[in-house]
């Protein structure tokens, strides 16, 4: 099997702070066109630098087979800010022990290369194999994913079946895959009033009561109970803010922040529409982003294939699971069936994030099971 070591540290070694562009993809691209690959690069996004419209560079890549089946790799080559205090360079790969060192060795720099290594021992006439990796998933995911998306319809290239390698492995590798996912809203609460001083209230308006009233509502919400795959909705609030550095006097104005996980017993619109009724009547104003919906590829083919790969090479059978946080996988299900399979997550965003070198070997020999039987299906 290509080494899937040095792929690893060959995508670790090139920085990626998202939004990604530039020397990384080049590192992709260097290793899928020996492959055969046919490799689109572009970048979407015309705003400056740090704001939620900058350029986010994206690749398809994809090899056709004479097989019927498309099967596709989706990732993100943009990792977190490393932040301070690592042992070694957070971009300069490093192992120590039995660890391979470096920021994105998890997250998932090192599970693309077992994909890329994957697919070496894929035959290329099996069927049709394409990766679709994005530069912007832990930024704002305007440009990433949903470009590439737009491309694959326009040049009709969706897969049949995508595994995304986000680190779904809790304790050991292939314990955890992910079917789902929970939805994700945001909301921006205001309460408008009118500054005083705080000895003639009667001249003023307070507005933070009506907004802690609200706030007060919407906590005492029971969303849901669960369903069989979702564990309940929940509901946090995650700000507040009147920013009033005066003792005497009355805020004019007053905000707050709150975060909405939920299932698939709800949407975005749904709930969005049930906060903005709540605090209206407290005179608070709403304004709600939608940043997934949630989704969920049921128990059957496609998990059973992974699940088959994961025991073969680990002895492990991999739980189904619809926990944790938003990826990707929430557009890419608009597109075909998706189930997240990857490294152990125990050290994702951390400082000295690290992976297990015999876990990436073991990771590749999963993905090319998978694929494979994903193409012979």
């Known amino acids: 099997m290509t080494d899937v070591l040095d792929l690893a540290k ?35 996004g015309s705003g400056p630098a740090g704001s939620d419209d900058a350029p986010v560079e ?28 690592w042992e070694s360079g957070a971009f300069e ?66 897969p049949d079946l995508c595994l995304v390698g986000e680190p779904t492995s809790v304790n050991r590798l292939g314990d955890m895959m992910k079917i789902g996912r929970r939805g994700s809203v945001n909301m921006w609460l205001r309460a408008r009033g009118t500054q005083g001083h705080v000895a003639y209230p009667h001249l003023a308006d307070n507005p933070i009561p009506r907004l802690v009233a609200a706030m007060a509502e919407l906590e005492a919400l029971t969303l849901d109970e669960g369903t069989d795959w979702f564990q309940p909705s929940n509901l946090e609030i995650t700000d507040i803010e009147v920013g009033n550095p005066a003792h005497n006097v009355i805020p004019g104005e007053a905000r707050a922040r709150l975060s909405i996980r939920f299932n698939d017993l709800h949407s975005g619109a749904s709930l969005s529409e049930k906060v903005t009724a709540i605090c209206a ?40 699971s619809t926990s944790g946080g938003t990826s990707d996988a929430r557009f890419l299900r608009s597109v075909c069936p998706v189930i997240e399979f990857g490294l152990v997550n125990a050290t994702m965003h951390k400082t000295d994030e690290a992976v297990a070198v015999a876990d990436l070997a073991v990771l590749a020999r999963i993905y090319a099971r998978v694929a494979r039987a994903a193409l012979e299906s």
Do not use: W
């Open 281 to 320: 009547q407290h005179q608070v104003e709403v304004r709600p982003v939608i940043s997934g919906e949630p989704f969920l590829t049921p128990p059957g083919e496609f998990s059973g294939l992974i699940a088959a790969a994961v025991e073969a090479e680990t002895g492990v059978v991999p739980e189904a």
């Open 58 to 85: 994206n690749l398809f890549a994809i090899r056709t087979g004479a097989g019927p089946k498309h099967f596709a790799f989706a990732g993100h080559l943009d990792v977190v800010p490393p932040g301070e205090g």
């Open 93 to 158: 790969p490093e192992i120590r022990g039995d660890l391979l060192y470096g920021r994105g060795a998890v997250d998932m720099k090192g599970a693309i290369a077992c994909m890329v290594a994957a697919i070496a021992e894929v035959p290329a006439d099996a069927g049709t194999i394409s990766f679709i990796i994005t530069g912007d998933e832990e930024g704002p995911a305007l440009h990433g994913t949903r470009a590439l998306i737009d491309f694959m319809h326009a040049n009709e290239h969706a």
């Open 10 to 44: 060959r995508l670790i070694a090139a920085p990626s702070v998202t939004p990604a562009t530039g020397t990384v993809f080049d590192e992709m691209q260097a290793m899928l066109e020996p492959l055969g690959f046919t490799v689109h690069r572009f970048t979407r």
